[in-house]
């Protein structure tokens, strides 16, 4: 059974910098997506990313431009690059497979 373990957030000032980590365990990240997806306080959960087995991407209207998703399938691992953050950006950042298998979140908070 995958198992997928986040790591990677923090503080960190508006304009600054983060990058994101999904490694997988148990198993590999296969086909289908990889994506990560974020709940800020008091909202839904929202998409932000989606990688697919092919490297094709996708992303937020809210990020593009912003982030950008990588996989290294010999690591088993899901990056998410953020650069340019924003206060709005602020939120617990989940990595899943396939929309099945979800990580244990981790926080990002930008601000001042």
């Known amino acids: 059974q995958v198992q997928l373990v986040e790591s990677g957030g923090g503080v960190v000032q508006p304009g600054g910098s983060l990058r994101l980590s999904c490694a997988a365990s148990?198993?590999?990240?296969?086909?289908?997506?990889m994506g990560w997806y974020r709940q800020a306080p008091g909202k839904e959960r929202e998409f932000v990313a989606h990688?697919?087995?092919?490297?094709?991407?996708n992303y937020a209207d809210s990020v593009k431009g912003r982030f950008t998703i990588s996989r290294d399938n010999g690591k088993n691992t899901v990056y998410l690059q953020m650069n340019s953050l924003k206060p709005e950006d602020t939120a617990v950042y989940y990595c899943?497979?396939?929309?099945?298998?979800w990580g244990q979140g981790t926080q990002v908070t930008v601000s001042s």
């Open positions: 899943t497979r396939r929309g099945i298998t």
């Open positions: 148990g198993g590999i990240l296969g086909i289908g997506f």
């Open positions: 990688i697919y087995s092919t490297g094709s991407t």
